[in-house]
């Protein structure tokens, strides 16, 4: 939400909220988000949005109303959750977009999105995942691929990315420009472009916060 002020942007503004998953790095804004869109009488909400997520938010959101009640209870028709499918493909038509999915190798419910556009560009979101034959085929050609890269190739761990892996992937999709996101603190000490270039030659961006990328 402070990101999205930077860019002049209040929660109203808001039409979808993608989540690749439920660790606590990618949802732990939810609860702040869900009580600044009911309290406030300046955010209270005009018009409805809609969570994606996979097949089991709507229970982790359930669980969250456990301990948070009606802090986080928006109106009635005001948040719609549209659950994907955890076990293949999933198509989602939003109108001034086209939105596909297909489960990631990270926890049993992640997934990745592809995010289209009328005119035909289109964007990948990895999430968080290790290789993945899934994000080759979600990223088939796309002209953004914004790929996890957690840590460097020497400290790889189960259930994510390095640069090298990164780019194997972006390579094997043949992606028009990749872009590299999710850096834990150990990948400011190698040069995670270098690592990346083992496998990947094509544009490649390093994400940094509030960074826009025009996609021509
Ligand atoms: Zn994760
Ligand atoms: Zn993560």
Known sequence: MRQLLKIGVTIDKLSYIFYSHLHPDHTGELVPLLFATKYPQTYERRKPFMIVAARGFANFYEKLKLAYGEWIELTPGLLKISELDTTGRDHLDCGVFDVDSLPMEHTDMSLAYRITEPG??????????????????????????????????????HGHLTPS?????????GVMMLVLT?????CDKVDVAEECRRTYHGPLVLAEDLREIDIT
């Open 120 to 157: 035909g560009r289109s964007v990948v979101y990895s999430g968080d995942t290790d290789v993945s034959d899934n994000l080759v085929a979600l990223a088939k050609g796309v002209d953004v691929l914004i790929c996890e890269s957690a840590l460097p190739d020497d400290m790889k761990v």
């Open 165 to 173: 892996l990164a780019g194997r992937m972006a390579t094997e999709a």
């Open 182 to 186: 999710h850096f834990y603190p150990e």
